[in-house]
């Protein structure tokens, strides 16, 4: 099977999960959207009121600035994966419990298991936590990239925290005008890892 139907069987059976309560107040799951082989992978928080309503990412004013951000790197939304830690929307927007985390979990990673991106750039606190240890602070470390097997982590600021404070989004749009530079790093360092045979664990970035 392929990676792409992979993804969609991946997807079907996300939107219909009752492996949370979560599952039984949503309208539509949101298991997330974009290329089978994206490289870059942006990953948020939860689906809020519209992106419950459709059944996708990041589809109100959290969804436009990354576009904005995005294309000031000459990308599209359609060139990235996009999804979120928990795939169904807590009433009203709520943070999510560690239950619905924790069993969302196994769905954020068999989609980068499938995906394989080079980039992750987590959205916010709940995502940067997924990769982080719980003490790691997303104002002090948020566009500091670290190497997780063979890809770059990148934390990043929730695009709704930087619409709210406008320190944050200069330090939003510093931390993504980084990413091409960072991509083609980790490009060139699994080049070198196939060509030498070399396994992952042997990768060095920073
Ligand atoms: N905020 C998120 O974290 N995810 C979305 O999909 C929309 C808003």
Redesign the pocket.
């Known amino acids: 099977m392929s990676s792409a139907d992979a993804l969609e069987q991946l997807a079907a059976q996300i939107r219909s999960c009752q492996k949370c309560p979560l599952g039984r107040l949503r309208t539509h799951a949101?298991p997330g959207e974009g290329p089978a082989d994206a490289e870059i992978m942006l990953i948020?928080?939860?689906?809020?009121y519209h992106?419950d309503k459709q059944g996708r990412?990041?589809v109100?004013a959290?969804?436009r600035l990354l576009e904005k951000l995005l294309a000031q790197i000459h990308f599209t939304r359609e060139d990235v994966y996009i999804t979120?830690v928990v795939k169904c929307r807590p009433p009203a927007n709520r943070d999510p419990l560690l239950v619905e985390i924790e069993a969302c979990q196994p769905w954020l990673r068999q989609q980068i298991d499938l995906i394989d991106p080079l980039v992750i750039v987590t959205?916010?606190r709940f995502s940067m936590a997924q990769f982080l240890p719980p003490s790691a602070r997303i104002t002090r470390v948020h566009g500091q990239p670290m190497m997780q097997e063979d890809r770059a982590i990148t934390p990043m600021f929730?695009p709704?925290a930087a619409l709210r404070n406008a320190n944050w989004m200069r330090d939003m749009e510093a931390d993504f005008v980084r990413i091409p530079e960072l991509l083609a790093k980790v490009r060139a360092l699994r080049a070198a890892r196939e060509q030498e045979g070399r396994g992952p664990e042997q990768l060095s970035l920073f």
Do not use: D, R, T
Not at 44 to 48: K, M, Q, S
């Open positions: 949101v948020g928080e939860a689906p809020g992106e990412p990041f109100g959290s969804g979120n959205l916010g929730h709704a």
